[in-house]
C-alpha cells in the first residue's frame, strides 16, 4: 500500500484500482492539500497560499501529480494581473500554474499509460481554472509524458524573435534539433547563450537595426514578443509563401476590453483581416499561436531532453511560500530566464 501524505491535511479515500484488486492493494487518496490561491485580480500580493484546498474526484482519463516543482510563467503573471478577466473573474478563485514536474499519484480509470509512482511532467491547457501551484495537481493523461514545440521537421530557415527568453531559447534549440536553421533577436547577455543552443545568427535588438543586422529572408518566423514593431518586422523578413506566428494573438485582450459577446468576434475579424492582408500584401500566411500539450510533443521533448539536445537552464529557484516574491522579481524584469516554484 501506497501512502501519500500531503503537507497539511491528509483524509485516505480507499479506492481499488483494477490492477490491484487481485493483490489486495488500496491506493490511498488525499483530498485535501497546499495550494497558492488568486482570489482576486491584482499584484503579486494577491496570491495566498492555503493550507486546505480541496482535490477534486478523479475523471477516467485524469492523472494525479504530486508537484515536486512549477515554472512561473509569463502568462501566469499576466493572469494574476487580469489577463483573460472576462473569462476567468467569474470563476475565481482560481490556481495559476501551467507546468508541472512531479510524480504520479494515482490515475483515472481509462489511464493506460501511466502508472502511480512514474516520474512525469506536462502542461495544462491555458484555459484550466485549477492550475499547478499546488502539492496535488489533475492534469488529463494526454497532458503528461514520462519524466527522464516547434510542431514540424523542416530544413528552412527560421527567425525566432525574442530568443532570449525561456520560450523563444527553447524554440531556437526544438527547431534546430528538426533541421532548422535558425536566426533569432535577443538581448547583449543572451547572444552567446543562443549561439551556443544552435542558432547560426543572433542580433542584439537593444543596439542594432534588425532589418538591417539580419540576413537573407526566412520560410517563417515565431514572433514571442508580438508588438506591433516585431509584427512588422517579422513580416517584412518572410519570404512569399512564408509563415508568420505570433505567442501574443489579442484575443484576450480584446475579450477583457470588451466583454466575450464582443470581444471574441472582435478578435476573429482582426485575425481574418490580417491573414487576407498579409496574403495579397506579402504573399505569406499569418496565425496566433497558442500553448497546447499533446503526447507527442511532450515525448519529443523528453526525447530531446535526454539526448543533451533541449537545455532548460533555471535561473532562480523559490520555495513555494515564497511565491509572492518570486512573482514580484518576474514582474520587475530581475529574472530574464525560467523561474521555478520547488513544492517538496
Not at 150 to 174: E, H, M, P
Not at 234 to 256: C, I, W
Request: glycine residues 10%; aromatic residues 6%.
Amino acid at each position: 500500500m501506497r501512502m501519500l501524505k500531503s503537507h497539511v491535511g491528509l483524509k485516505k479515500a480507499a479506492l481499488l484500482d483494477a490492477d490491484h484488486k487481485k493483490l489486495g492493494f488500496f491506493r490511498c487518496i488525499v483530498t485535501s492539500c497546499r495550494a497558492v490561491v488568486l482570489p482576486r485580480f491584482g499584484g503579486p500580493e494577491v496570491l495566498e497560499l492555503r493550507s486546505n484546498v480541496s482535490v477534486p474526484d478523479l475523471k477516467p482519463n485524469e492523472v494525479l501529480v504530486r508537484a515536486r516543482a512549477v515554472s512561473i510563467n509569463p502568462l501566469d503573471t499576466r493572469m494574476r494581473a487580469g489577463y483573460g478577466r472576462s473569462i476567468f473573474e467569474p470563476l475565481l478563485p482560481l490556481i495559476l500554474g501551467r507546468d508541472i514536474s512531479g510524480e504520479v499519484a494515482a490515475v483515472g480509470a481509462s489511464v493506460r499509460s501511466l502508472s502511480v509512482g512514474q516520474e512525469v511532467f506536462g502542461a495544462l491547457h491555458p484555459t484550466a481554472v485549477r492550475g499547478t501551484y499546488a502539492d496535488f495537481a489533475i492534469l488529463s493523461e494526454d497532458e503528461l509524458t514520462p519524466e527522464t514545440s516547434i510542431n514540424y521537421t523542416c530544413d528552412k530557415g527560421l527567425l525566432v524573435v525574442g530568443g532570449g527568453g525561456a520560450v523563444g531559447f527553447s524554440a531556437i534549440q526544438l527547431s534546430v534539433a528538426a533541421g532548422c536553421h535558425v536566426s533569432t533577436t535577443c538581448g547583449s547577455q543572451s547572444i552567446d547563450r543562443v549561439l551556443v543552443a544552435g542558432a547560426e545568427q543572433a542580433v542584439d535588438y537593444t543596439a542594432e537595426d534588425i532589418e538591417l543586422a539580419i540576413k537573407g529572408k526566412f520560410d517563417a518566423v515565431l514572433d514571442t514578443i508580438g508588438a506591433p514593431d516585431t509584427e512588422r518586422i517579422g513580416v517584412n523578413l518572410l519570404k512569399r509563401g512564408g509563415h508568420y506566428m505570433t505567442l501574443q494573438g489579442e484575443a484576450a485582450s480584446l475579450t477583457d476590453r470588451y466583454g466575450l459577446a464582443i470581444g471574441l468576434p472582435t478578435a476573429t475579424a482582426i485575425l481574418l483581416k490580417k491573414q487576407i492582408q498579409y496574403r495579397f500584401s506579402h504573399g505569406i500566411d499569418y496565425s496566433w499561436t497558442y500553448m497546447r500539450a499533446d503526447p507527442e510533443g511532450l515525448d519529443e521533448i523528453r526525447r530531446l531532453s535526454e539526448a543533451g539536445k533541449l537545455k532548460i537552464p533555471v535561473e532562480k529557484t523559490f520555495p513555494v511560500t515564497q511565491v509572492r516574491e518570486a512573482h514580484e522579481a518576474k514582474d520587475k524584469g530581475h529574472i530574464s530566464g525560467k523561474v521555478v516554484l520547488e513544492l517538496d
